[in-house]
C-alpha cells in the first residue's frame, strides 16, 4: 500500500512577492478535493501502524513545516471544517524567539529596506554577490534570488555570520513580530489531535556544512524541547530543505525518531524506509496544476517530457 504525502508551508491571505503563501480558499479548494478522492490519514500513525486505513480509497496525508501562526489562523479552520487530520513540524528556535527562521528573514529584511547596496565579506559565497548594487525592486528580488540558494548549502557558522552582516547594514527595518506559533499554541493543537514533530533547532541543511556533533545537537535539543513543551519526544524529524544523507538519518534513529521526512513528488509504499519518506509540496498556483501535483500527473509529465528530450539529444 502506497501514500501521498502533501507538504505545506503557509496559509495566507496576504502576497509575498518571493514566496507567495497558498490562500485560505484554494488551501480549501485541495483539502475538500482530498477529502472527496483520497482518505486523509494522521501520517506518523498511519506509517507506526498504529491507525488502520479503511482500504477504499488512495491514502494521503497533510503535513506543514515551520509552525507559522497562520496554520492556526486559516488552516486549522479548514481542516477542522472537513475533519481531516494533520502533522506539523516546527522549527524550536523559532518558537522560544517568536522570530521567523533565517529563511524568511533574509528576504524580508532585503525586500523592505530602503538601502541600495549591500556589501558581505565570506569566503563562502561566490565574489559577485559580496558587493551588491540594485536600482529597483525587481533587481533586488533576483539577488535574493540569486542568495538564497547558496545561504542554504554554505556552513551553519558562515550562515549566521552573513546574516549578522546584512542586519548590521539594515537597520531600517523592523523585525517582524507574531509571525510564529508559541508552545501554548502548539501544546493547543496538540490536543486538537495534531500531530507535532521537529523540523530541526535553527533551520540548517542538516547534511551540508554541518559537523557530526552539530547534527546531533539539532536533532536532540529540537526534539527534546518539544517533549519538555508537549510531553512526548517527537515520533518525526522533517529534514530542512529536505536536506539529509545517511549519517542524517542514522544519527535520527540513534536519537529517538522513529521517522525521517524528506521533499520529493513521488508516493511513498508504507513498508519502505521510514527515515526516507518523500512529500509533494503543493504551492499557490492555479487550481488546475495543484489537482495534477495530488494525482502525480504533473511529475509524470515531467518525466515523460525529460525522456523525450534525452532521447532527441542522443539522436
Request: hydrophobic residues 35%; contains cysteine.
Amino acid at each position: 500500500m502506497s501514500i501521498r504525502v502533501f507538504l505545506f508551508h503557509r496559509v495566507n491571505p496576504n502576497p509575498d512577492s518571493i514566496w507567495p503563501p497558498i490562500t485560505p480558499t484554494h488551501f480549501e479548494r485541495i483539502v475538500k478535493y482530498l477529502k472527496r478522492n483520497f482518505e486523509v490519514v494522521p501520517l506518523e500513525e498511519t506509517i507506526l501502524g498504529n491507525y488502520k486505513p479503511s482500504k477504499s480509497k488512495k491514502l494521503c496525508a497533510i503535513t506543514f513545516d515551520d509552525g507559522y501562526k497562520d496554520f492556526l489562523e486559516h488552516a486549522m479552520p479548514v481542516l477542522s471544517k472537513y475533519k481531516v487530520p494533520a502533522s506539523i513540524y516546527v522549527i524550536t528556535d523559532s518558537v522560544d524567539s517568536c522570530l521567523p527562521p533565517w529563511t524568511y528573514l533574509f528576504n524580508f529584511l532585503l525586500l523592505n529596506t530602503r538601502i541600495t547596496s549591500l556589501e558581505v565579506e565570506s569566503i563562502e559565497i561566490p565574489p559577485y554577490l559580496r558587493k551588491n548594487v540594485w536600482k529597483d525592486l525587481e533587481e533586488k528580488i533576483k539577488l535574493i534570488k540569486q542568495f538564497s540558494p547558496i545561504l542554504k548549502i554554505i556552513s551553519d557558522e558562515g550562515k549566521e555570520d552573513i546574516m549578522r552582516q546584512i542586519q548590521v547594514q539594515i537597520t531600517d527595518v523592523e523585525m517582524p513580530e507574531n509571525l510564529m506559533l508559541n508552545w501554548e499554541e502548539i501544546r493547543l493543537l496538540k490536543n486538537e489531535g495534531i500531530e507535532i514533530g521537529s523540523h530541526s533547532g535553527k533551520h540548517p541543511a542538516l547534511s551540508k556544512g554541518l559537523h557530526i556533533d552539530s547534527v546531533r545537537c539539532e536533532l536532540i535539543r529540537s526534539g527534546k524541547e518539544i517533549e519538555a513543551a508537549i510531553g512526548k519526544f517527537p515520533i518525526a524529524i522533517s529534514y530542512p530543505f529536505g536536506i539529509y544523507n545517511n549519517e542524517v538519518k542514522k544519527i535520527a534513529k540513534e536519537v529517538g525518531y522513529k521517522m525521517g521526512l524528506t521533499v520529493l513528488p513521488k508516493q511513498y509504499k508504507l513498508n519502505g524506509d521510514h527515515f526516507e519518506i518523500p512529500r509533494i509540496e503543493l504551492y499557490s498556483e492555479p487550481f488546475y496544476k495543484s489537482r495534477f501535483r495530488m494525482n502525480g500527473q504533473l511529475q509524470a509529465f515531467k518525466n515523460i517530457f525529460s525522456l523525450e528530450r534525452s532521447l532527441h539529444l542522443n539522436r
